[in-house]
C-alpha cells in the first residue's frame, strides 16, 4: 500500500487545490446578492480539509522516496481524480437544490466534469447565478484537465507530472513534448487555454449577450462543454452574431491546443498547415454541415436556404465537437440530421483538444491502416509503412489505436444492452450512451435538446455516469484497473 502513497498525496493536493474553485462562484453570488456562502463555504473547508489531510499524512513517505510517478501510479491517480472530485463538485448542487438526489447531483457534477454538458436539471433560466457560473467552471476546469492544471502549478510536489500529463492528454501519440519540461508544457496549453477563453468572451459581449452569459458561455464553449444559463440554450438569444461567434470558438477549441501553443509560440499560422488533424477536422465540419442542410432543405424542413444554413452550421458544429449547444431542437428534424450529426460527434474533435469521442487522428490513422491491408493483400510483400505527413507511424501505435477502437465498440454495446435491460427504448438507450462515451451532451428521443437527463431513472444514470468517465478517460486509463496485472508488483 506504501506504493500507492505518492497517488494518495497528490490527489490531496489537487482536492485541496479544487476547493480555490468555490471562490468564483462564491464571488458571483455576493455580486448578484445571494445568500450563498454555506452553500459554496463549507465545500470549500471540506476540501481543504479533506486534501489537506491527505497531503500532509503522505508527506514525509513521498519527500523520503522523491520518485517519479511511475505509469500505474499515473492510471491510479487520473482514475482517482476523476471519481473523487466529483464527490466535491457535487455538494453545491444539493445544497442549492435540496430536491436533486445524490445520484443526479454525482451526475451533473461528472457531466461538467468530463464536459458532456448532459443535464438532470430543469428550469434553467430561474436558477441562481452562481450555481450557473459554478456548472459553467466545471465544464471550463474539466476542458483542459485537472490533472493538466496541477501539474501546471504543482511542480514542487516533490513527484514527477510526465506520467500524469500523458495520462490525462486524450489521443493516441502522448509522448510527444513541446517544451523540454512537462510542466513548462501545460503552463504553455494553460495560457493558450485561458487566453482563448477571455477573447470569446469579449467577442460574445460584442455580439449582444450580457457580460454574466458571456462569462458563463465563454467556459463552456472552450471546455466543449454545452451547459447555457438558458432551457433553450442558444436558441435563447436567436442571434446569428452570437452563434457565429460560438461556431469559430468550439471549432478552435475542437482543433489541438499544441497546435495553437506552437502558432502563437511562433507566431506563425502554418503550423495549422502542418497538423495532420487540422485540415481532416475543418473539412469535416464544413462538409458535415453542407450535407445537413441540403437534407434540411430536401426534405422541406426549412424552406428558406439561409435558415437550413444557419441552423445546420450550427448544431453540425456543436454536436461534432462535442460541445453540445443548440439553436433549435434538431430532434424533430427528419431522424437522419440528428443521427449524422450524433456520428460526426464520434470523430471529428481532434486529439489534444477539450472535445470528445475517439479523436479525428485515429480516425484517420484508421483509414490508412484499412487502405494499407488492401495494398498488402494483393501485394503480399510490398513495404508500404503508414504515414502521417511525412512521419512513419510506428506499428505499436496502430496496435493500440486497432485496441482502441475494438473496446470503443464494445464500451457502446455493453451500455447500450444495460440501458435496455433497465426498460429503455433503443433509441433512447443508444443515443445516450453514445453522447456520453463521446461526452457529446444531447441524444436523442426522451434525452434530446429540448429534453434532459432527468427522465432517467438512478440505473440508468448510474450507467451515464460510468459511460462519461470512461470516455473522458479514453477507456484504457479506467479499464486497466480491474487488470490483476495492475495490482501485482
Not at 457535487?90 to 458532456?116: C, K, N, R, W
Not at 428550469?123 to 466545471?138: F, I, K, M, V, Y
Amino acid at each position: 500500500m506504501s506504493t500507492f502513497l505518492p497517488v494518495v498525496h497528490v490527489l490531496g493536493a489537487i482536492i485541496a487545490l479544487f476547493g480555490l474553485s468555490f471562490l468564483v462562484p462564491l464571488g458571483v453570488a455576493f455580486g448578484y446578492g445571494e445568500s450563498a456562502l454555506p452553500i459554496y463555504g463549507i465545500p470549500l473547508a471540506i476540501s481543504f480539509a479533506f486534501g489537506g489531510v491527505l497531503y500532509l499524512a503522505t508527506l514525509a513517505s513521498v519527500r523520503r522516496s522523491r520518485r517519479e510517478l511511475q505509469p500505474r501510479d499515473g492510471f491510479l491517480l487520473v482514475s482517482l481524480v476523476w471519481l473523487v472530485v466529483p464527490l466535491f463538485a457535487m455538494q453545491p448542487f444539493m445544497l442549492h437544490l435540496p430536491q436533486l438526489s445524490i445520484t443526479d447531483a454525482y451526475f451533473e457534477a461528472v457531466s461538467g466534469l468530463t464536459t458532456t454538458g448532459a443535464t438532470t436539471l430543469i428550469d434553467l433560466d430561474h436558477l441562481p447565478a452562481s450555481l450557473h457560473a459554478w456548472r459553467a467552471l466545471l465544464v471550463w476546469i474539466g476542458g483542459m484537465g485537472v490533472l493538466v492544471l496541477a501539474v501546471a502549478i504543482l511542480p514542487v510536489l516533490g513527484v514527477g507530472g510526465s506520467q500524469v500529463f500523458r495520462t490525462e492528454t486524450p489521443g493516441p501519440m502522448k509522448d510527444a513534448r513541446l517544451t523540454p519540461r512537462i510542466a513548462e508544457t501545460a503552463k504553455g496549453l494553460y495560457g493558450v487555454y485561458v487566453g482563448l477563453t477571455i477573447v470569446c468572451m469579449l467577442c460574445l459581449k460584442w455580439a449582444g449577450m450580457s457580460w454574466f452569459d458571456a462569462f458563463c458561455h465563454a467556459g463552456a464553449i472552450l471546455g466543449l462543454g454545452g451547459v447555457s444559463t438558458h432551457d433553450a440554450s442558444f436558441g435563447y438569444f436567436d442571434s446569428f452574431a452570437i452563434e457565429l461567434v460560438a461556431m469559430i470558438f468550439m471549432t478552435l477549441a475542437a482543433l489541438n491546443f499544441a497546435t495553437h501553443f506552437r502558432a502563437f509560440r511562433q507566431r506563425n499560422l502554418s503550423a495549422y498547415s502542418r497538423c495532420p488533424e487540422a485540415r481532416w477536422t475543418l473539412a469535416a465540419l464544413v462538409l458535415g454541415s453542407l450535407i445537413v442542410a441540403s437534407f434540411l432543405l430536401h426534405t422541406g424542413t426549412y424552406l428558406d436556404p439561409w435558415d437550413a444554413l444557419r441552423h445546420a452550421f450550427f448544431n453540425t458544429i456543436s454536436v461534432a465537437t462535442t460541445a453540445g449547444f443548440a439553436s433549435t431542437d434538431f430532434s424533430i428534424w427528419p431522424e437522419f440530421a440528428p443521427v449524422f450529426m450524433l456520428f460526426l460527434s464520434c470523430f471529428a474533435a481532434s486529439a489534444g483538444s477539450t472535445g470528445g469521442g475517439i479523436k479525428m487522428i485515429r480516425a484517420v490513422l484508421m483509414f490508412k491502416q484499412t487502405a494499407r491491408e488492401m495494398v498488402r493483400i494483393l501485394h503480399p510483400r510490398v513495404v508500404n509503412p503508414l504515414r502521417l505527413g511525412s512521419d512513419i507511424v510506428d506499428n505499436k501505435v496502430i496496435f493500440s489505436m486497432l485496441a482502441f477502437m475494438l473496446m470503443y465498440g464494445a464500451t457502446i454495446v455493453t451500455l447500450t444492452i444495460a440501458m435496455l435491460f433497465t426498460g429503455l427504448d433503443v433509441i433512447t438507450a443508444f443515443t445516450a450512451v453514445v453522447s456520453c462515451v463521446n461526452n457529446a451532451g444531447p441524444g436523442m428521443n426522451q434525452v434530446g435538446p429540448a429534453t434532459t437527463f432527468a427522465v432517467l431513472s438512478d440505473a440508468q444514470s448510474w450507467i451515464c455516469i460510468v459511460a462519461m468517465i470512461l470516455g473522458r478517460l479514453e477507456l484504457f486509463t479506467l479499464l486497466v484497473l480491474f487488470t490483476p496485472g495492475f495490482w501485482r508488483k
